[in-house]
Nanobody, 122 residues
Framework: VQLQASGGGLVQAGGSLRLSCAAS????????IGWFRQAPGKDREGVSC????????DYADSVKGRFTISRDNAKNTAYLQMDGLKPEDTGRYYC????????????????WGQGTQVTVSS
């Protein structure tokens, strides 16, 4: 059971990347799925989470207006479109299960994969 992130890379400031999150071993239909990132020397932080039923989403203030989360339950996959990337967006990005109404990771559902590295050069 895992949520595997992919699509990271090296991009210049102002550029774009699209991350994908593929669920394996379970159906993501009923879960609030989210993206989290961890920069070197910092704690993992919630970036964005999306509900299953109505597709409503929440974003960290630092990425509002630049990132867009989406999901395709039929493909058991979620996405994060990242535009206007900044050097401070650099970090390892993971997808996971979010607690309801928050950008916090659910600590009981430990479905983390290895994440995908995003590096933004200035």
């Amino acid at each position: 059971v895992q949520l595997q992130a992919s699509g990271g890379g090296l991009v210049q400031a102002g550029g774009s990347l699209r991350l994908s999150c593929a669920a394996s071993g379970f159906a993501m239909d009923y879960y609030r799925i989210g993206w989290f990132r961890q920069a070197p020397g910092k704690d993992r932080e919630g970036v964005s989470c999306i509900n299953s039923l109505d597709g409503s989403a929440d974003y960290a203030d630092s990425v509002k207006g630049r990132f867009t989360i989406s999901r395709d339950n039929a493909k058991n996959t979620a996405y994060l479109q990242m535009d206007g990337l900044k050097p401070e967006d650099t970090g390892r990005y993971y997808c996971g299960i979010c607690d309801p109404g928050t950008l916090k990771a659910n600590t009981d559902l430990d479905y983390w994969g290895q994440g995908t590295q995003v590096t933004v050069s200035s």
